[in-house]
């Protein structure tokens, strides 16, 4: 089945630095998703791309989607305490009527203040 | 609208027993999705609602797990004779079309 390669599993780093995470794929997606889950609670969705080679910013997160659309990346800047949690990329194909998602299997981001 | 909701939060049972949770959707959202997630893991997708029709489930669904939504608009998710490897966090999500807007999940633990 499909499968999702989300890099790196965890991250360190100090308040005010720029963080980079990206999502690889073995097949082609449509559309590209990325969710913010914390401790005890569901994902919450911070960015949605839609077309390949699309960039898109949301505050400080801007995310990417590949132009072979088996990829995508994050970055979020000038990292703040509160963005701690986990981050997940998941891909879509919405050729039916189900919007199944396939997800990684998670960044860690820690922020040190 | 408050978004996905979910009940109970948080079920301990002894393996065995049957348990049920409930899902309300997002009142215009026609879809309806259950995932599961272990620690360390994404969300895995088990099963999808369009109105009240099942239309897809997964093969992680075993036949003691059973989801309902009757009238089209809230769902239930029971699993029977629960097993210790059933421990997991169960997530409701809806959508009109794509992304899903996801519930805070129930966590169940088989003891």
């Known amino acids: 089945g499909q499968q999702l390669n989300q890099s790196p599993q965890s991250m360190f780093i100090q308040e005010g630095e720029d963080v980079s995470m990206n999502c690889t794929s073995s097949?082609?997606?449509?559309?590209w998703l990325w969710y913010k889950q914390d401790p005890g609670e569901g994902p919450v969705l911070l960015i949605a791309?839609?077309?390949?080679?699309e960039l898109t910013s949301n505050g400080r997160l801007t995310a990417q989607f590949g132009i072979t659309r088996k990829d995508s990346f994050l970055n979020i800047s000038a990292s703040i305490p509160s963005d701690v949690g986990i981050y997940f990329c998941a891909g879509l194909n919405s050729g039916g009527s189900n919007y199944k998602l396939t997800f990684g299997k998670g960044t860690l981001l820690t922020v040190n203040p | 609208d408050t978004g996905v909701s979910q009940d109970p939060r948080h079920k301990i049972t002894k393996r065995g027993q049957n348990v049920t949770f409930r899902c309300d959707p997002i009142?215009?959202?026609?879809?309806l999705y259950w995932y599961r997630q272990t620690l360390g893991q994404g969300p895995e997708f088990l099963t999808y609602f369009q109105n009240e029709a099942q239309l897809e489930k997964s093969r992680l669904l075993s036949d003691r797990f059973s989801a309902e939504r009757p009238k089209g608009s809230f769902s239930t998710l029971e699993i029977q004779r629960t097993e210790q490897g059933d421990s997991a966090m169960y997530l409701c999500a809806s959508s009109f079309g794509p992304p899903l807007a996801f519930g805070s999940g129930t966590r169940l633990t088989v003891v």
């Open positions: 009142s215009e959202h026609n879809r």
């Open positions: 097949s082609i997606f449509n559309t």
């Open positions: 791309l839609y077309k390949a080679g």
